[in-house]
């Protein structure tokens, strides 16, 4: 869904032009905003994938195998032992695969874990050694911690990005942070398959775009994220970026408000 953002919020800076100060404010913020869908799905995407080799991995040790072999990465676990903790996971993408996703990946993450991810208080620490999503080469640190299960029975953990950032080949770098909670609504019965899965996500997100300005996201209502097909169902967002701060994007009900002003928008 992140990826309507920017032609709605292009559109609708236009309608507004006249309220805002200066044309050039609406030009830095749908920029910023283009660059944050990018840096964020790249990020996503990364605690999608690691998520989904730590489980391989646990399956590999399961089956006292402690590497395993496919037509994705190469991903390895040390020490190769059961109960021994913490655990260092490997996924190596050598000098590219191209991952079912349709995305080519290529370097390094390895994921240092206190127990196994499905384990109540775990936390898994991701780290990039000349790792490329694409063409954008991603550095920063990926913590998740498990929180355990609500009184929904619902496993809750959350996502903190430090240090996020990306540089495109131009040179041009996007930083990144995020502090979140994610509540796992449904495909918890099915940890192989991350396509069925859907989460409420809570918290902020923020960053600095490749011409300096800032941005900040934060979640007025808990977003219901469902990954295939990729949409947002319901919640509320609030949008800063640079001298703009009156958004609102109401996937509830399919509105943005800019500036006071409300119109609809394709959800």
Request: charged letters at 20%; one cysteine or more; proline letters at 2%.
């Amino acid at each position: 869904m992140r990826k309507f953002i920017v032609p709605i919020l292009a559109i609708l800076f236009m309608n507004c032009e006249e309220e805002l100060n200066e044309t050039a404010d609406s030009i830095a913020a749908v920029e910023a905003l283009t660059e944050y869908v990018t840096i964020s799905k790249v990020f996503q995407d990364i605690g999608n994938n690691s998520g989904d080799a730590l489980l391989s991995a646990e399956d590999s040790m399961e089956s006292k195998s402690g590497k395993i072999s496919t037509d994705g990465p190469v991903i390895t676990i040390e020490p190769l032992d059961y109960t021994t903790f913490p655990k260092t996971t490997t996924i190596d993408y050598g000098d590219g695969v191209l991952c079912k996703d349709g995305i080519t990946r290529k370097g390094i993450v390895t994921i240092v874990s206190t127990n196994w991810y499905g384990v109540e208080n775990s936390t898994h620490t991701g780290t990039f050694t000349d790792y490329y999503h694409e063409d954008f080469k991603v550095e920063g640190t990926h913590v998740v911690k498990n929180f355990g299960k609500n009184i929904n029975d619902e496993l809750e953990y959350s996502v903190t990005i430090n240090d996020g950032k990306i540089t495109a080949t131009t040179g041009a770098t996007i930083s990144y942070t995020e502090n979140s909670t994610r509540t796992w609504i449904a495909g918890a019965n099915t940890p192989f398959n991350i396509w069925d899965d859907e989460y409420m996500l809570a918290g902020t997100q923020s960053g600095v775009s490749s011409k300096g300005i800032s941005y900040t996201l934060t979640i007025e209502e808990d977003l219901h994220f469902v990954l295939l097909p990729r949409s947002i169902q319901s919640g509320i967002l609030d949008v800063s970026v640079g001298s703009i701060d009156d958004i609102k994007l109401n996937y509830t009900t399919s509105t943005i408000t800019i500036l006071g002003k409300t119109f609809s928008f394709e959800n």
